[in-house]
């Protein structure tokens, strides 16, 4: 039960921060969409890298 209940809680946080972060990412030109995630491509690498499991 604690398991789904955190997954229930993973869930809600994630479909939160995609709401508050749309408005920017909506204002973004689709180059400097390009080149952000270029720019996270290479930290995010590195937090998987380091034991971060990949979503």
């Known amino acids: 039960m604690a398991e789904r209940d955190r997954t229930g809680d993973q869930d809600r946080i994630e479909a939160l921060t995609d709401d508050l972060a749309a408005p920017t990412y909506d204002s973004l030109e689709p180059d ?20 971060m499991p990949q979503l």
């Open 32 to 51: 400097e969409i390009d080149q952000l995630v270029a720019d996270l491509e290479p930290i995010a690498a590195a937090l998987h890298a380091g034991g």
